[in-house]
């Protein structure tokens, strides 16, 4: 992702996330510390064409890593992007040289909880009211080996 993604990003973060929606102050943080040697984040976008259909955002510090965000059109929900996207990310806290990944999700969320679990994320807890304003309970799930192996999906291109 680079700053000229930013205003599709919050476009389509509005749009799957309207109750709690990032800010764009909040990817233009994220993405301050996406960069150089020092880079904590890795931070990527998918086209498909001249269109954004997704992106994903994960976060490391030390040993361990978090997935801070991943969202896929709807349109193009079903097509295997998020599972490309997740990929992504886990080769870079691979690369990153971390453990353990862990991620909050929706309680309500069940698809993208039936993805965290296809690659191995495990529920270890809840987070009661983390979704705000909804007041919507987080479940936190954790992989403890980011190593994986990639799946293809046609038609989208993925880039940092």
Same mark, same amino acid.
């Given at each position: 992702?680079?700053?000229?993604?930013?205003?599709?990003?919050?476009?389509?973060?509005?749009?799957?996330?309207?109750?709690?929606?990032?800010?764009?102050?909040?990817? /233009?943080?994220?993405?301050?510390? @996406? #960069?150089?040697?020092?880079?904590?984040? $890795?931070?990527?976008? &998918?086209?498909?064409?001249?269109?954004?259909?997704?992106?994903?955002?994960?976060?490391?510090?030390?040993?361990?890593?978090?997935?801070?965000?991943?969202?896929?059109?709807?349109?193009? /929900?079903?097509?295997?992007?998020? @599972? #490309?996207?997740?990929?992504?990310?886990? $080769?870079?806290?691979? &690369?990153?040289?971390?453990?353990?990944?862990?991620?909050?999700?929706?309680?309500?969320?069940?698809?993208?909880?039936?993805?965290?679990?296809?690659?191995?994320?495990?529920?270890?807890?809840?987070?009661?009211?983390?979704?705000?304003?909804?007041?919507?309970?987080?479940?936190?799930?954790?992989?403890?080996?980011?190593s994986t192996s990639a799946t293809g999906v046609q038609g989208t291109e993925i880039h940092g």
């Amino acid at each position: 992702m680079r700053w000229w993604d930013i205003d599709p990003v919050f476009v389509l973060e509005k749009e799957l996330f309207p109750d709690d929606a990032w800010s764009r102050g909040m990817f /233009w943080s994220e993405l301050a510390h @996406a #960069r150089g040697p020092l880079a904590t984040r $890795r931070y990527v976008v &998918a086209m498909d064409g001249d269109r954004l259909v997704g992106y994903a955002g994960l976060a490391a510090s030390g040993d361990l890593a978090d997935v801070q965000t991943i969202a896929v059109a709807r349109d193009h /929900w079903g097509t295997g992007l998020g @599972a #490309r996207l997740l990929t992504d990310l886990l $080769r870079a806290a691979t &690369a990153f040289e971390c453990a353990e990944v862990m991620l909050e999700v929706r309680v309500d969320n069940t698809r993208a909880q039936k993805l965290y679990e296809r690659f191995g994320f495990e529920p270890i807890g809840f987070r009661r009211g983390y979704y705000q304003p909804g007041n919507v309970d987080a479940l936190v799930m954790r992989r403890t080996d980011p190593s994986t192996s990639a799946t293809g999906v046609q038609g989208t291109e993925i880039h940092g």
